[in-house]
């Protein structure tokens, strides 16, 4: 029996192998399948009801798209800006749903990811005429706040933390006459008596910036600085014509402070104070569903093989989600101008480069 099942299951393998070799086969111009449809969770409401509420979750570091590894939404520790804009986009032409219930819980993360993420509800609006609730709950923060102004209207719940509208660029770091590297770069405490030398073949006027052992030139500064300073000046713009707010006065006056709940009203960062039901209530309103709605999340379903393999499967495709968040968040602060509050080093623990 033992040895029946394993030539069933082999079978199935080579069938999905060769399925996708098919697909890859296909000439130009042919048609595709179409996607599996969308699967939704019931969270509240009424489950027989075909007027559904969308509630999408932005939770932790915001990201561009995973570098492998992932197929569905990431979870809670990172969102993938990309997939979400995807989702929306198959949100959109799904009749039943009537509006959206944007959760936020976020510190911002990549300018990229974070645009996606604004452009994405900005379409969806124009694209289905449905009304997009925003919901901070506990903080939303730079690229939070550049996510969340595409939505028509903006709560807190109470306590929450709302603004750091600025840009983070490259960071740089520069050793003085090193005697000692610890950690790895270098490896693990190299010490020489000449102090630690390293040279860098390259071509092109500062193809080499970021090299430790050298100062950035002042030309160098002058076209990060310039970059940054661009970033900050579209995250401005927006901010100021979405919400409505004088440019000068997110400059002079906000900066690139952290508020509460009543100073990002005032500032007009929020609308209002309210609870998670107060905030699906004024949802419910402006769908115009009366008492007939369901609020649904997406359901992530388990894969074919990984209802097929079991458990085992399932934490090995968790340890490579895990592996694959790292390496990204990692990839992000070395590589990506951000729209983050907090202190980025904590991202990418040293021990995790080595990995």
Not at 53 to 74: D, H, K, T
Not at 128 to 139: A, F, N, R, W
Not at 292 to 311: I, M
């Amino acid at each position: 029996m033992r040895q029946a099942w394993k030539y069933a299951l082999a079978g199935l393998v080579g069938l999905l192998i060769g399925l996708s070799f098919a697909s890859c086969g296909q000439q130009k111009g042919e048609s595709l399948e179409p996607e599996d449809p969308l699967n939704f969770k019931f969270v509240e409401g009424k489950k027989i009801s075909q007027n559904r509420l969308l509630e999408l979750q932005i939770n932790g570091v915001i990201l561009n798209s995973p570098s492998g590894g992932i197929s569905g939404l990431a979870g809670g520790e990172v969102t993938y800006g990309y997939q979400i804009q995807r989702l929306l986009e198959r949100i959109s032409e799904d009749k039943r749903v009537k509006g959206i219930f944007l959760r936020l819980s976020t510190p911002g993360g990549t300018v990229v990811g974070s645009d996606a993420i604004y452009n994405s509800l900005v379409n969806y609006r124009k694209t289905t005429k449905q009304p997009i609730v925003g919901y901070v709950e506990g903080l939303s923060a730079s690229g939070g706040v550049m996510s969340m102004v595409g939505a028509d209207v903006i709560y807190a719940a109470p306590g929450s933390l709302i603004g750091s509208i600025g840009v983070i660029g490259a960071a740089l770091t520069y050793y003085d006459g090193p005697v000692a590297v610890d950690g790895g770069l270098l490896g693990q405490g190299i010490t020489t008596r000449n102090g630690i030398q390293q040279t860098i073949i390259s071509a092109g006027r500062g193809k080499d910036l970021g090299n430790p052992f050298r100062k950035p030139t002042e030309e160098e500064l002058k076209v990060l600085r310039q970059g940054v300073n661009n970033e900050y000046s579209n995250f401005v713009n927006r901010v100021a014509r979405a919400r409505n707010i004088s440019e000068k006065q997110i400059r002079d006056q906000m900066g690139a402070m952290i508020f509460d709940n009543k100073t990002a009203q005032e500032f007009k960062l929020i609308d209002g104070t309210k609870s998670r039901d107060e905030a699906i209530a004024d949802l419910v309103k402006r769908a115009k569903v009366g008492d007939d709605y369901q609020v649904v999340q997406v359901s992530q379903q388990r894969g074919l093989l990984a209802g097929l393999l079991g458990n085992q499967s399932m934490v090995t495709q968790k340890e490579q989600e895990q592996k694959t968040i790292t390496r990204d968040l990692c990839t992000a602060i070395t590589h990506a101008v951000l729209v983050y509050y907090g202190n980025v080093a904590q991202l990418c623990p040293r021990e995790s480069i080595s990995q």
